[in-house]
């Protein structure tokens, strides 16, 4: 008799699902989330943001299952020196997503085209001074440029590097508001153009490339777009440039003086751009607050971002000290730059000594 060969096949055993199985905040609700809330209940943002990007340490047990050519899977940690017990407690303070951005961007397009339109139906340019013409087609537009190589080469490279999709959603809100800034500044210079004023609307672009007053600006930005680390960019364009050359020169120069020189238009374009970066500067401060109090790894993370002080305060320093005689080209001066770069440090220290952070010896008279 012939003994019949069996083939043998692996028997499925079937268990429960490692989720399944586990007790998580909601697991007993119809409605549940795989998060814990900061309030009673989640906000959109939270149910929209949490957890839409994967992680390994919270939910893929086999690792990532996917990755680049030359080893790193997903989004390696490892792609900046800063380092957190858990990059996930970061939460945008502004609670800034899809339909956020599309929303508080149209209200600005919309108030400053309607400031646009009123200032050419009332001829309001005509009350302007040849010199402060001057001002806003050489600086302002030569600001343009700052704004839009900020907003398309740090901010749009850092948005995807970040571990985990709440910080790089609210780096790419911050990109957003950079190029429509620059947008909006473009806009404005080809509105003045075709005015009746007597305003060249190339000016800004030989400003940028070939005044010297702009030209230590010009390097701190393309400094910047070379930056590898997503943490060292972030930091070094929102906490340092902007502080010290960004604040400096709408904040506290064009927002102080434009009224003087009859014009009342300038000041509701750049002030939408300064809203703009409080809000960016806002969770920027929660992040880097939340890596220099981590139970682990905070004395680390304060060496690194003194570090990065070290290096990038010199330089955002000296831009903003070769900007210093635009101050004297104004024709009616309400502020001197001695008390613009006071403000400007005196908001840096600020957010400094929040930080715990050393503060350098270039702000030192």
């Known amino acids: 008799m012939t003994e019949t060969t069996q083939r043998s096949f692996p028997k499925p055993e079937f268990t429960g699902a490692e989720a399944g199985l586990r007790t998580f905040p909601g697991s007993t609700s119809r409605s549940y989330n795989y998060f814990t809330p900061r309030k009673l209940r989640a906000t959109v943002y939270e149910d929209v943001t949490l957890d839409v990007q994967p992680d390994p340490e919270r939910h893929l047990t086999q690792g990532w299952i ?7 899977g997903g989004y390696p940690q490892e792609w900046t020196a800063l380092k957190s017990s858990d990059w996930h407690q970061f939460l945008d303070p502004n609670e800034e997503w899809e339909q956020t951005i599309y929303r ?3 209200n600005v397009v919309r108030q400053i085209s309607l400031n646009l339109a009123n200032a050419k139906k009332a001829h309001a340019y005509r009350a302007w001074a040849p010199a402060w013409t001057q001002f806003i087609e050489r600086h302002l ?6 704004e839009h190589g900020l907003g398309m080469h740090v901010f749009l490279s850092e948005q995807r590097s970040a571990p985990t999709n709440m910080i790089n959603n609210a780096i790419a809100v911050n990109s957003a508001h950079k190029l429509r800034f620059a947008q909006d500044l473009a806009l404005y210079n080809l509105d003045l153009s075709e005015s009746d004023l007597p305003f060249d609307g190339k000016a800004h672009k030989a400003a940028w490339q070939q005044e010297p007053v702009w030209q230590p600006v010009r390097e701190n930005v393309e400094r910047l777009t070379a930056i590898r680390d997503w943490a060292e960019s972030l930091f070094a364009a929102n906490i ?3 502080q ?3 604040a400096l020169f709408r904040s506290h120069l064009v927002m102080q003086v434009a009224a003087r020189n009859g014009d009342y238009v300038t000041p509701t374009l ?3 751009g300064e809203h703009d970066y409080d809000r960016d500067l806002r969770y920027t401060r929660v992040l880097y607050r939340m890596l220099v109090a981590d139970d682990v790894h905070a004395a680390h993370n304060r060496d690194v971002l003194n570090g990065w002080l070290a290096a990038w305060v010199p330089v955002s320093v000296r831009a903003a000290h070769e900007l210093q005689p635009i101050w004297s080209q104004i024709p009616e001066k309400a502020v001197t730059f001695a008390e613009s770069w006071h403000a400007a440090t005196g908001s840096f220290r600020t957010v400094l000594e929040e930080l715990g952070l ?8």
């Open 244 to 246: 010290l050359v960004g």
């Open 104 to 106: 508080n961007n149209s």
């Open 66 to 72: 996917y990755g680049f050519a030359d080893g790193p």
């Open 358 to 365: 050393d503060e350098p010896k270039e702000l030192t008279p």
């Open 270 to 272: 750049v002030g939408a």
């Open 141 to 146: 537009g030569a600001w343009m440029h700052a």
């Open 240 to 242: 340092v440039f902007e």
